[in-house]
């Protein structure tokens, strides 16, 4: 009897997890979490070439579509609040900082993605000196995206601003998104 109790707990401790994965594999595999519509805000930190470095808050939106292997394509727009004396703060949209990128990414399980971008990018500049006024360029992306379900989003990413010869912006940050 003591054998057959044992025989039977390590035969469901063996196949359990299988029978578990096999249970929610589908739903997460079908969802495709990564594709549609999303909006989202963050938070960094970012060092201007131009005289300073300062925190930061963005307000982005975007859309994007995920291929069945795993590829994930898409364009976002964002806008930037600076706490910096390098930036001309303005809660106008088309005299603060904006930009819009094309993103390229891959997800090996549909809740991970790891992602790269380029784009266009337009900064209002100041330094101690003066109002060097706008200057627009191009800037690059890298981050990394965790979707806890198929509608919340965590994200890390830095970005480089090429946008004039003195005027290079670097910055990291993090970031809550919504899918729909």
């Not at 035969?11 to 594709?35: C, H």
């Not at 303005?90 to 549909?110: E, H, M, R």
Request: charged share 15%; proline share 2%.
């Amino acid at each position: 009897m003591k054998r057959a109790n044992i025989l039977i707990t390590c035969f469901g401790l063996f196949f359990a997890p299988a029978a578990v994965a096999q249970q929610t594999s589908p739903e997460t595999q079908d969802t495709k979490r990564f594709s549609g519509l999303y909006l989202g805000a963050g938070a960094g930190y970012g060092d201007y070439s131009s005289g300073g470095d300062g925190a930061f808050v963005d307000f982005f939106a975007g859309l994007r579509k995920q291929t069945d292997s795993g590829l994930v394509y898409g364009v976002e727009g964002a806008v930037m609040i600076v706490d910096s004396d390098a930036i001309n703060t303005n809660f106008d949209l088309f005299d603060s900082s904006a930009s819009i990128i094309a993103k390229l990414g891959y997800t090996p399980n549909n809740k991970l993605m790891w992602y790269g971008g380029a784009g266009y990018t337009s900064v209002d500049l100041a330094n101690e000196v003066q109002n060097m006024g706008s200057s627009d360029g191009v800037m690059f992306e890298a981050g990394l995206e965790y979707m806890a379900s198929s509608w919340f989003g965590v994200r890390l990413r830095g970005q480089y601003h090429a946008v004039s010869d003195e005027a290079d912006i670097t910055s990291i940050g993090a970031g809550l998104l919504f899918s729909f």
